[in-house]
């Protein structure tokens, strides 16, 4: 036997043998185990999906008005039905704005002329923060952003509405 | 009698050696409070894995009427709190024994951290205190969601919050954690429960375990 053909030895050849077997059979038993552990990562994000919330369109003002509904939510094996509100009226142009009432603060629920001494305003009562109209933060007070828009459509003359999506701090 | 029955162990597998090497120590004198009341400073380690061990065994007990479970956790607490005798107290003690874990634990890193015990050839040891005293804080945090509570919910919803924050893998870190894009429920639970009871306490015995033979490996540092 040649000296050179020895490059590999009986020993070393047995190591990375028993090596690569055994890091075949970890990667075997954890992959499984991984992979369970990651799968809500991997879900495909979920769609906004829309809820009748039982107003007609033709019932919409251009004064601000509460409603509230439930969706169908699935957690996992636990299904429920939690409650969803939001603040709807028709802008200038007709067109229709849903609000979410979650303070953009610290996630108080902020109602329209909430307070007497602030008309035509949103007002949060935890912290006395106030939004104009159309969702906008009054600046010097609380909130640092917009409450969040409601994503919206019409079918058959009623209003449908998906997630509330934030907007940027003004 | 039980020296007969330790004589007849030991006379098969040599066992004297093994538990003086863990128990038969030199203390030095100056971290003998005995000598030097001052060097009562150098039992916040100890003291640490004391009631780390009061935190095992509380929490050992507690599974027993536990459930993870967004419909019957809360009712569980309830139940082992107010009609379990003694469930008060065993509650009682892994409630309060985890904020004294994080007090013992910053006294003795302060104390190591003033006499300069990290230093050369201490300081991997130093690196794992730090990664155990990580691993405290994730128990604290996980443990705090368990009684599914008010106050457990929106601390867990904000903690959460912070998770996402983090830049480039925020959204998808708060949903490994949380277990779902958006709702902190039942995977939720079941998620930081496992965390809780069993991740995290395998991790920190392997880092004690590491700690303390390092400690043993390395003396207790010098006099200043």
Redesign the interface.
Known sequence: MSEEKQQVSRRQFLNYTLTGVGGFMAAGLLAPMLRM??D??L?P??EGEFANVGLAVEDITTTPQRVDWQID?V????KSKPGKTAWVYKDDNGDIIALSPVCTHLGCVVSWEGSESHPNQFFCPCHDGRYTKDGVNVPGTPPLAPLALFEQKVENGMLYLGKAIPREGA | MLQKIYDWIDERIDITPIWRDIADHEVPEHVNPAHHFSAFVYCFGGLTFFVVVIQILSGMFLTMYYVPD?ENAWKSVYYLQTEVAHGQIVRGMHHWGASVVIVMLLLHTLRVFFQGAYKKPRELNWMVGVLIFFIMLGLGFTGYLLPWDNKAFFATQVGLEMAQQVPFIGD?LK??L??????V???TLTRFFAIHVFFLPAALFALMAVHFILIRRQGISGPL
């Open positions: 552990a990651i809500p990562v879900q994000p979920s939510q957690d996992g094996w636990y | 967004i998808e949903t490994l949380a277990g779902h894009e958006e709702i429920g039942a995977q």
